[in-house]
């Protein structure tokens, strides 16, 4: 038998994080009766944030552009780059207003055993981006066991170029996740960055 419609939109709300049939009961619920308005906002951007938003080329950060605002701006410094694990650690890292560099985002971190391996965190684009410019990576990666690992990978592939590479570290509790921590903590561990 056909789904009904209803049960259609309520499975279709469960791909988002955390959301379990209960409360995607309760979303549909809210929208039908009292904002049917905001729901198809909600639909219509969607679809256009899906059918626009792409990679940027340079820094893999979601943008509507072909090269991110970011990466086109002269007033960033092309010859420091940091190396995020997502956009909130590259928002969290520009909220302490201690960078002025650019930015590449891996979008997740190395892990064999997900299937994820150098080619899905775009280690083939960082690794072109680190020619002529760059003098200095700063990875900015958490300390999680596959941080760890990523932040490795990086490093013993870029400091045969000569370019410096360092790490945050102090104050970023093991297996911290960057996005959640303050900005004046996130400040301190962007100072006090090791060579590595
Ligand atoms: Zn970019």
Known sequence: MAKLIIDELIDALRCLPGVGPKSAQRMVMHLLERD???ARQLADKLVTTMDKIRHCA???NFTDLEICQMCSSPARDGQSLCVVENPADL????QTGQFRGKYFVLMGTLSPIDGIGPDEIGIDILAAR??????EVI???GSSVEGEATAHYIAEMIKPRGIEVSRIAQGIP???ELEYIDA???????TGRKVI
């Open 130 to 135: 680190c020619v002529d410019e760059v003098k």
């Open 184 to 190: 004046g903590t996130l400040s301190h561990a962007l």
């Open 139 to 141: 990875l900015a990666i």
């Open 91 to 94: 928002i969290a890292i520009e």
């Open 174 to 176: 093991m297996g911290g």
């Open 58 to 60: 340079q820094c893999r």
């Open 36 to 38: 049917r308005n905001g």
